[in-house]
């Protein structure tokens, strides 16, 4: 793949925990596997004063912290840090912007850049300064002529709005000044290589893309687990947000989609959120009735996970002590179209639960006549052993891999039924470690390549589905039901998965 030449990248928000965590690492490491050539400018951008030199040390500390001090490059790092610069702005203040623009492009042909080289704006900020950074970078003249769109490109991380209304007034405001196709907004599940797997799995072999609908799937589960609850002070953040917003409306709705979808004609970016979007439009409730029969919410109490003590949510640093904000979500929901008709997808995602686990579980229909069954007994305790219904698992982190679960006669005079598995594990394919998210995406709005972002349509119909669910939560006075920190949620997501004789998967 072709190095990136002639970029510049204008990271808004340097001083935040995103920039040293996940941005200036990805930056690095594509800077080391020579993907980005060092002629690439990146300019951390905030609010205090600081040298380049304060802010490349500074940089280098978190990242060094991150890679271990053993395995951090520290050859690798000066040619990197040669291209690392800072500039104080005040994001919010227009009239500041002429300034950026002079010493974006002072810096640039510093690094032998050309006046037509293309920039890459990173809002790594709050929401509240995407519109007005837009709004600094049209006053400055950094939005280039619509004929030459592709010179300007924004990238915007989440939260995109906290219901349908705000993520369209996000929308139509950086309309105002920016084309679509200049905008990216950012979910790094998308930039997970086992996430962007799942379409080369399905797309790139022919035998199960015939068995993935209402004829042999049984049902599908989605999980989003996690283990940890507020770590430092996230709690200030996730208690406006909840697991609805912070995970279920991107992260789990982009796994239904890459699951659910239809084959793109091409595989291109229009063509594959095309197929995207039509999930989200045929996106239905999972049962009738009140919004209780098919989502439910939860919040961790006091427990232990990893068998050490958990707070409760409530106890956590700055969330409220009555906080009725949910941290496990589940919900049954169908879509309606020829190929899904009829088949549950159970959606779920939760804090503090027993592990980290993300995966697609499809479990397919039992066989039509069960012929094979047998007694097991154990001392006087016998079972009645039958076929299981077929499972593929597609495991995206951690321990990466793809299960295919099926019976098997176990070896001997009868006809005795073993469950068994065969696994395709990442880390027993593939020596080399796989790509961090960011790196991924980061390289791709280099490239102009917006396959792996969000469309606004996309958006818009992931808020139309999940803001009613939102308002009956928040408008009603009643709490989401406890669990246990380190159980997997609340009893009634149990009995909305019982609906289909089914059990969540519990993984170990
Ligand atoms: C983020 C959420 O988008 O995704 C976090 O804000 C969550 O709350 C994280 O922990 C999960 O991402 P990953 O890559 O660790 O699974």
Same mark, same amino acid.
């Not at 939005?143 to 007034?169: C, H, N, T, Y």
């Not at 039958?386 to 019976?407: D, G, K």
């Given at each position: 793949?072709?190095?990136?030449?002639?970029?510049?990248?204008?990271?808004?928000?340097?001083?935040?925990?995103?920039?040293?965590?996940?941005?200036?690492?990805?930056?690095?490491?594509?800077?080391?596997?020579?993907?980005?050539?060092?002629?690439?400018?990146?300019?951390?951008?905030?609010?205090?004063?600081?040298?380049?030199?304060?802010?490349?040390?500074?940089?280098? %500390?978190?990242?060094?912290?991150?890679?271990?001090?053993?395995?951090?490059?520290?050859?690798?790092?000066?040619?990197?840090?040669?291209?690392?610069?800072?500039?104080?702005?005040? @994001?919010?203040?227009?009239?500041?912007?002429?300034?950026?623009?002079?010493?974006?492009?002072?810096? %640039?042909?510093?690094?032998?850049?050309? %006046?037509?080289?293309?920039?890459?704006?990173?809002?790594?900020?709050?929401?509240?300064?995407?519109?007005?950074?837009?709004?600094?970078?049209?006053?400055?003249?950094?939005?280039? #002529?619509?004929?030459?769109?592709?010179?300007?490109?924004?990238?915007?991380?989440?939260?995109?709005?906290?219901?349908?209304?705000?993520?369209?007034?996000?929308?139509?405001?950086?309309?105002?000044?920016?084309?679509?196709?200049?905008?990216?907004?950012?979910?790094?599940?998308?930039?997970?290589?086992?996430?962007?797997?799942?379409?080369?799995?399905?797309?790139?072999?022919?035998?199960?893309?015939?068995?993935?609908?209402?004829?042999?799937?049984d049902h599908?589960q @989605?999980?989003?687990?996690?283990?940890?609850?507020?770590?430092?002070?996230?709690?200030?953040?996730?208690?406006?947000?909840?697991?609805?917003?912070?995970?279920?409306?991107?992260?789990?709705?982009?796994?239904?989609?890459?699951?659910?979808?239809?084959?793109?004609?091409?595989?291109?970016?229009?063509?594959?959120?095309?197929?995207?979007?039509?999930?989200?439009?045929?996106?239905?409730?999972?049962?009738?009735? #009140?919004?209780?029969?098919?989502? @439910?919410?939860?919040?961790?109490?006091?427990?232990l996970?990893d068998r050490? #003590?958990?707070?409760?949510?409530?106890?956590?640093?700055?969330?409220?002590?009555?906080?009725?904000?949910?941290?496990?979500?589940?919900?049954?929901?169908?879509?309606?179209?020829?190929?899904?008709?009829?088949?549950?997808?159970?959606?779920? +995602?939760?804090?503090?639960?027993p592990k980290?686990l993300?995966e697609?579980a499809?479990q397919f229909k039992n066989p039509p006549l069960n012929l094979f069954s047998t007694v097991e007994c154990d001392g006087d305790l016998c079972d009645l052993v039958e076929t299981r219904p077929n499972q593929l698992i597609?495991r @995206?982190?951690?321990q990466?891999a793809?299960s295919l679960r099926f019976s098997t006669k176990r070896p001997g005079m009868n006809y005795q039924v073993q469950p068994v598995s065969m696994d395709?594990?990442?880390?027993?394919?593939?020596?080399?470690?796989? #790509?961090?998210?960011?790196?991924?995406?980061?390289?791709?709005?280099?490239?102009?390549?917006?396959?792996?972002? +969000?469309?606004?349509?996309?958006?818009?119909?992931?808020?139309?589905?999940? +803001?009613?669910?939102?308002?009956?939560?928040?408008?009603?006075?009643?709490?989401?039901?406890?669990?246990p920190?380190g159980t997997w949620g609340?009893a009634?997501a149990d009995r909305?998965i019982s609906?289909s004789k089914a059990l969540w998967r519990a993984p170990r």
């Amino acid at each position: 793949m072709a190095t990136v030449n002639d970029t510049t990248i204008l990271i808004f928000g340097a001083s935040g925990d995103l920039t040293s965590r996940k941005l200036i690492p990805a930056l690095f490491r594509l800077s080391q596997q020579q993907y980005l050539s060092e002629k690439c400018p990146i300019i951390g951008v905030a609010r205090r004063p600081k040298s380049h030199d304060e802010f490349r040390t500074e940089m280098k %500390e978190t990242v060094r912290a991150r890679v271990g001090a053993e395995k951090f490059d520290d050859a690798a790092w000066e040619i990197f840090a040669k291209q690392l610069f800072y500039q104080q702005l005040d @994001i919010s203040n227009s009239a500041e912007y002429t300034g950026l623009n002079k010493s974006t492009s002072e810096i %640039e042909a510093s690094l032998g850049g050309s %006046e037509h080289s293309t920039r890459v704006v990173y809002m790594a900020t709050t929401p509240d300064l995407f519109a007005p950074a837009v709004e600094g970078l049209h006053e400055a003249g950094m939005i280039p #002529p619509r004929e030459e769109d592709s010179r300007l490109r924004v990238v915007v991380e989440k939260p995109f709005g906290r219901d349908l209304k705000s993520a369209q007034e996000l929308t139509v405001q950086l309309a105002r000044r920016l084309q679509e196709s200049q905008i990216y907004r950012i979910d790094h599940y998308l930039g997970k290589e086992t996430v962007q797997n799942i379409l080369l799995f399905r797309f790139g072999n022919a035998i199960f893309e015939p068995l993935l609908n209402r004829n042999h799937v049984d049902h599908i589960q @989605i999980t989003v687990a996690e283990s940890q609850g507020m770590e430092g002070a996230r709690g200030g953040y996730y208690d406006t947000s909840g697991a609805m917003r912070d995970v279920l409306q991107n992260h789990v709705l982009q796994l239904l989609c890459l699951i659910a979808m239809d084959p793109p004609s091409l595989f291109q970016a229009r063509e594959i959120r095309d197929e995207k979007m039509k999930v989200l439009q045929a996106l239905r409730p999972g049962n009738s009735g #009140p919004i209780g029969n098919w989502a @439910i919410r939860g919040q961790y109490s006091a427990g232990l996970v990893d068998r050490q #003590p958990a707070l409760a949510y409530r106890e956590e640093q700055r969330v409220s002590p009555t906080s009725n904000r949910e941290t496990y979500v589940a919900m049954r929901v169908a879509l309606d179209n020829w190929r899904w008709a009829g088949v549950p997808f159970y959606l779920r +995602t939760g804090k503090r639960l027993p592990k980290q686990l993300t995966e697609v579980a499809i479990q397919f229909k039992n066989p039509p006549l069960n012929l094979f069954s047998t007694v097991e007994c154990d001392g006087d305790l016998c079972d009645l052993v039958e076929t299981r219904p077929n499972q593929l698992i597609l495991r @995206i982190q951690p321990q990466e891999a793809i299960s295919l679960r099926f019976s098997t006669k176990r070896p001997g005079m009868n006809y005795q039924v073993q469950p068994v598995s065969m696994d395709f594990a990442y880390d027993e394919h593939f020596d080399a470690q796989l #790509p961090e998210a960011y790196e991924r995406l980061l390289l791709d709005v280099m490239r102009g390549d917006s396959t792996l972002f +969000t469309r606004s349509d996309e958006l818009e119909a992931a808020w139309r589905f999940v +803001t009613p669910i939102l308002e009956a939560w928040e408008g009603s006075s009643s709490a989401p039901e406890f669990y246990p920190a380190g159980t997997w949620g609340p009893a009634a997501a149990d009995r909305l998965i019982s609906d289909s004789k089914a059990l969540w998967r519990a993984p170990r």
